[in-house]
């Protein structure tokens, strides 16, 4: 059964940072696109961000661009997302998930459905 697992979330105060780790179980890393979303209560899900399966492409949600950075180990086999300048509003369940990748590999911001792991809670509050 292919499943990934987050950690890493946690309390923070506005301003500070965390990072999260992605690591999957029953599969190899390095043969997926993965990318991470979050779900706030009352609002739809946003994706956030994703990283080709050999890293060098990465795509963000304007949202998040310039303070949050997707990247992987796949020797570690892990992925992470390292969260700067957090905003109340980041406050959320973050999930990663396997995703949709182009003919020429590259990472295309929608989750496979199903491929998400349990969600690590974020909440970013004075």
């Known amino acids: 059964q292919l499943q990934l697992v987050e950690s890493g979330g946690g309390l923070v105060q506005p301003g500070g940072s965390l990072r999260l780790s992605c690591a999957p179980s029953?599969?190899?890393?390095?043969?997926?696109?993965i990318g991470w979303f979050r779900q706030a209560p009352g609002k739809e899900r946003e994706v956030l961000s994703c990283?080709?399966?050999?890293?060098?492409?990465?795509k963000y949600a304007d949202s998040v661009k310039g303070r949050f950075t997707i990247s992987r180990d796949n020797v570690k086999k892990v992925v992470y997302l390292q969260m700067n300048s957090l905003k109340p509003e980041d406050t959320a369940v973050y999930y990663c998930?396997?995703?949709?990748?182009?003919?020429?590999?590259?990472?295309?911001?929608?989750?496979?459905?199903?491929?998400r792991g349990q969600g690590t809670q974020v909440a970013v509050s004075s």
């Open positions: 990283i080709s399966k050999n890293g060098r492409s990465t």
């Open positions: 998930a396997r995703m949709f990748t182009t003919v020429q590999n590259q990472c295309i911001m929608t989750p496979v459905s199903g491929s």
């Open positions: 029953g599969f190899t890393l390095d043969d997926y696109a």
